[in-house]
């Protein structure tokens, strides 16, 4: 893979999408033209946003602890490439690739990359196998439940090695919180989130197995780093649809 995008080759931009889209969500077009630095500021900016990235950064770096360090990585959709120094920094040579031109051109300025690719995920300009690991982080809840399991094995299938993704789970006390304004009568906002059961069901359903679950930060932080893999010699069913 090394001769696949060489240092200094930025390729994203000009070639047209292929289509169709195979699965419909708010997440495919909100980004497209969106102000991606507000963006970035909005999610990454002050000190409790930086603190967290950071916390999350430790646990996406204990989950790809195997890879070796100079590994190829696609970090997909890579958004406004916030996570590319941290990848680089471990020594992993940085693909990104996301369907927004807007979070694409910002995440072009940053040098730690490789390059970067316009792509749509669920149909990955990349044939299997090509990245000794994929990381994934902010969009799996975005999915509709039932595309989840075919774009979690789509992914997986990218890599040698893992699929590093985040997911959102309830074990929190916010949605502690939230659910006691509900017992209470008043309103509270009600996300995606997936137990236990169901994202080992997911993942099953997807055909791949689940190595490690690793909490951002237990009680306060909604995210779970997780480690999937293409089970070795496994020939992949295809993917049984939705957890319900
Ligand atoms: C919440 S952002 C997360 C970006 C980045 N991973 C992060 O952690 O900041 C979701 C990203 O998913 C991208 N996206 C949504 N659907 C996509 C698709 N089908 N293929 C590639 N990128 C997609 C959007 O353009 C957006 O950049």
């Known amino acids: 893979m090394s001769g696949f995008a060489p240092v200094g080759v930025r390729c994203y931009g000009a070639r047209a999408m292929p289509a169709p889209a195979t699965a419909d969500y708010v997440a495919r077009w909100g980004y497209r033209t969106l ?16 603190l967290n990235l950071r916390l999350l950064e430790w646990a996406l770096a204990r989950a790809l602890s195997g890879v070796a360090p100079d590994g190829l990585v696609l970090d997909v959709p890579c958004g406004t490439g916030i996570l590319a120094r941290f990848l680089a920094a471990r020594g992993f040579r940085v693909i990104g690739t996301d369907l927004s031109p807007a979070m694409l051109a910002v995440a072009h300025e940053r040098p730690e990359a490789l390059g970067h690719v316009r792509a749509d995920l669920e149909m990955p300009p990349y044939p ?24 979690l094995r789509t992914l997986a299938e990218l890599a ?5 993704g985040t997911v959102c789970h309830p074990y929190t006390l916010k949605t502690f919180g939230r659910g006691v304004r509900r017992l209470l009568g008043r309103q509270a906002k009600r996300s995606p989130r997936l137990t236990r059961s169901a994202l080992a069901a997911e993942v099953a359903a997807a055909g791949l197995r689940l190595e490690r679950v690793i909490p951002v930060m237990p009680i306060l932080s909604e995210v779970w780093v997780v480690v999937l893999r293409v089970p070795s010699g496994a020939q992949l069913a295809a993917p049984r649809g939705g957890v319900q």
């Open 35 to 50: 102000d991606a630095r507000r963006y970035e500021r909005r999610r990454y900016g002050g000190r409790m946003r930086r």
């Open 160 to 164: 040698r090695g893992p699929l590093v």
């Open 128 to 151: 299997p196998g090509t990245f000794d690991a994929v990381v994934c982080t902010r969009f799996l809840m975005h999915l509709p439940a039932e595309s989840r399991p075919r774009v």
